[in-house]
């Protein structure tokens, strides 16, 4: 996966704090989305959003018993999921983190190469939260 062009960000907190990502290709463009709730959630909301009814797989795990959104379909492919920290006014942004519970899937390394790039100026190596 060469990523060509820039990531959109959808929902990046202005204020600070922790939240989780979801780094996907949609339409063949990258894409973060970013949240405070499980990551399927944001999966989903995203592409409902999009008008995308995604295949669902059934998640059975020592926290929840649910449907998920398949990793990939029609127009999206999931690339990356984990968390990120953000401090605006102190221009300060953990790259993403982790690990999904959900889907078990860490942080795209190239995506947080483009995110080092998009963050220009900020601090990205070791942020102090």
């Known amino acids: 996966m060469a990523l060509e062009q820039d990531i959109k ?3 990046l907190p202005a204020n600070n704090g ?3 990502v979801v780094q996907l290709l949609f339409d063949g463009k ?3 989305l970013c949240g405070y709730t499980y990551h399927s959630e944001i999966l989903g909301s995203y592409l409902r959003s999009q008008r995308i009814q995604p295949e669902k797989m059934e998640l059975t795990g020592a926290f929840r018993e649910v449907e998920i959104p398949i990793l990939e379909g029609p127009r999206y492919k999931v690339v990356g999921m984990g968390r990120a920290k953000i401090n605006p006014k102190r221009k300060q942004f953990q790259l993403p983190y982790d690990a999904s519970a ?4 860490g942080p795209s390394w190239e995506f947080r190469e483009k995110l080092r790039e998009k963050f220009q100026g900020w601090n990205t190596e070791n942020p102090n939260f």
Not at 102 to 105: E, M, P, R, V
């Open 30 to 32: 990258p894409v973060m």
């Open 18 to 20: 922790e939240f989780s």
């Open 102 to 105: 959900d889907y078990g899937i």
């Open 9 to 11: 960000i959808i929902d």
